[in-house]
């Protein structure tokens, strides 16, 4: 039998473990850098299929399986573990325990489908030559990132990878089909903290007052100017602000408005230079009307760039084991991932798995109340991984 055909038979032999073990990590989600009871079900599966871990970064497992045959390469393969601070809508048997914590982006699927990478790989080993990495990671949601976390504390060292491979679900694409894309692939992205202060009173006598309410106003349009009018047209470059705080009334201008935001980009120079831009923008346009401002920037995820050559043979890959008609071409998305880290310290590929299903009324975006996915796409992002993995090795 070929190797493709073994890995598509173990596939289907596990998909209802992977599937139950899905369910189960659903209904017990865990915020980020608090994932205990994930890891220990991690650690519990890898200790039943004989395959040594270590933990890393606290909540963290990274985890070793060598192929029989000769080879030296190494593959890392990564799944984080967190979930959201979302209550979830859904009306499923395994809707989440933890109120107001929920799996809405799909990370319970990415660690059920390692399990079973690793699970088809244990029993693969005379098939293949190499050692494939497996990462399972905390704190994908919440800055520093864990994957920030780990790569300090050697999880791509001893050994280190030639190719470091992860998957996202997507629900805009259907199950059964991927996406992917060579170059940059997802933005970086920081957290934008901005105080502006002036001296408030009543609103009926503005003469007497700084109204940091219309040097805020001024502010948010002015910087729209460093998209609009500073940024190369061809970089993609997001300024967005989501919050804004006036603790005023209708007959009073407060002291002070506090706002919060985010900047995303693909380009390192770029972004620190905007960094330079925003902030003193701000704090000008402030002083010029009387007031102040603190603008402080909370540094967080690089852009995530998928190396072109190992990203073209993983396409090749895919479309190997899925057929060319399931392999789609993806577009930048201005979201930002953590596994941009890996992707700035070593050769990486980061693809969309498709897990939406219309028909069954699964469509519903990510990080919503009613994000779910067709389960379907679980056999597929098990041994698609795995195929990946082994032919990266050279098999």
Request: glycine share 8%.
């Amino acid at each position: 039998m070929m190797l493709i055909d073994k890995i598509k038979e173990k596939a289907a032999a596990i998909n209802s473990m992977v599937v139950a073990n899905r369910r189960h990590l659903h209904a017990h989600p865990e915020l980020s850098f608090h994932e205990y009871e994930t890891s220990a079900f991690v650690k519990k599966a890898l200790d039943g299929m004989g395959v040594a871990w270590q933990p890393v970064a606290n909540t963290g497992v990274v985890a070793i399986i060598k192929g029989d045959r000769p080879s030296d390469r190494v593959v890392a393969l990564r799944a984080d573990m967190d979930a959201l601070p979302i209550t979830e809508a859904n009306d499923i048997d395994f809707r989440s325990c933890n109120i107001g914590v929920m799996h809405a982006c799909g990370h319970d699927a990415h660690t059920a489908s390692l399990l079973g990478v690793a699970t088809i790989l244990q029993a693969i080993r005379n098939d293949f030559g190499g050692t494939v990495k497996l990462i399972f990671q905390p704190a994908e949601e919440k800055l520093p990132g864990g994957a920030s976390i780990m790569i300090k504390e050697g999880v791509l060292d001893n050994p280190v990878p030639q190719a470091v491979i992860g998957q996202h679900v997507m629900p805009s694409i259907p199950a059964g089909k991927i996406a992917l894309r060579k170059g940059r692939h997802m933005a970086s992205m920081d957290e934008l903290i901005v105080r502006v202060r002036g001296k408030g009173g009543h609103a009926a006598q503005p003469a007497q007052n700084i109204d940091p309410v219309l040097i805020a106003a001024h502010i948010i349009v002015a910087l729209q100017q460093i998209v609009s009018r500073m940024a190369n047209p061809v970089m993609p470059t997001v300024l967005s602000f989501g919050k804004q705080i006036a603790n005023g009334a209708i007959n009073i201008i407060p002291d002070e408005v506090y706002m919060e935001g985010t900047f995303r980009t693909m380009d390192e120079n770029w972004r620190n230079e905007a960094h330079r831009l925003m902030k003193k923008m701000a704090e000008d346009i402030a002083e010029s009307m009387g007031g102040s401002c603190e603008f402080n920037i909370g540094r967080g995820y690089p852009f995530l760039i998928n190396e072109e050559i190992l990203t073209g043979k993983v396409q090749e890959y895919a479309r190997e084991f899925l057929g060319k008609e399931n392999v789609l071409d993806a577009d930048i998305w201005m979201a930002a991932e953590d596994f941009a880290y890996y992707s700035q310290a070593a050769d990486a590929c980061f693809y969309l798995l498709g897990v939406g299903n219309t028909e069954k009324g699964i469509q519903s975006s990510l990080h919503t109340q009613t994000f779910n996915i067709d389960e379907e796409a679980l056999a597929v992002s098990t041994g698609l991984m795995t195929y990946i993995a082994v032919k990266s090795l050279g098999n």
